[in-house]
């Protein structure tokens, strides 16, 4: 495979396995949607199928992909802005969560949130 985009962190490649274990599958959190963009480019990078809502998916595109991301087992990650959480999403097809949560950040930096 060719070298990372220059967008991707050098240290992000030892933090997902290649190839995802079989039917493993991921939800990972951030309060920040430009950490979002970054492990998204490396999942586009690394072809795997993800599905991804934050605060811009309308409600209608969000489940269509919760039931997508239930239903194809092809689909290993979900990313999920915290903004974007909340009552009514039901990802149980998830066997791991895990969050990007900065918290010594300063509330006042953009894309964070109290």
Same mark, same amino acid.
């Given at each position: 495979?060719?070298?990372?985009?220059? +967008?991707?962190?050098?240290?992000?490649?030892?933090?997902?396995?290649?190839?995802?274990?079989?039917?493993? @599958?991921?939800?990972?959190?951030?309060?920040?949607?430009?950490?979002? /963009?970054?492990?998204?480019?490396?999942?586009?990078? &690394? &072809?795997?199928?993800? %599905? @991804?809502?934050?605060? +811009?998916?309308?409600?209608?595109? @969000?489940?269509?992909?919760?039931?997508?991301? #239930?239903?194809? &087992?092809?689909?290993? %990650?979900?990313?999920? +802005?915290? @903004?974007?959480?909340?009552?009514?999403? #039901?990802?149980?097809?998830?066997? /791991?969560? %895990?969050?990007?949560?900065?918290?010594?950040?300063?509330? +006042?930096?953009?894309? &964070?949130?109290?």
């Amino acid at each position: 495979m060719s070298s990372l985009p220059p +967008s991707l962190p050098s240290s992000l490649p030892p933090s997902l396995p290649s190839p995802p274990p079989q039917g493993h @599958r991921v939800l990972v959190f951030s309060q920040m949607t430009e950490m979002l /963009t970054l492990l998204e480019d490396y999942l586009h990078y &690394r &072809r795997w199928k993800y %599905c @991804r809502i934050d605060g +811009s998916v309308k409600i209608d595109e @969000r489940q269509e992909q919760i039931e997508a991301f #239930n239903k194809d &087992r092809s689909l290993f %990650c979900f990313l999920l +802005s915290t @903004r974007a959480g909340g009552l009514g999403i #039901n990802l149980a097809g998830a066997d /791991t969560a %895990c969050s990007s949560f900065l918290p010594s950040l300063p509330p +006042s930096l953009p894309g &964070r949130h109290s």
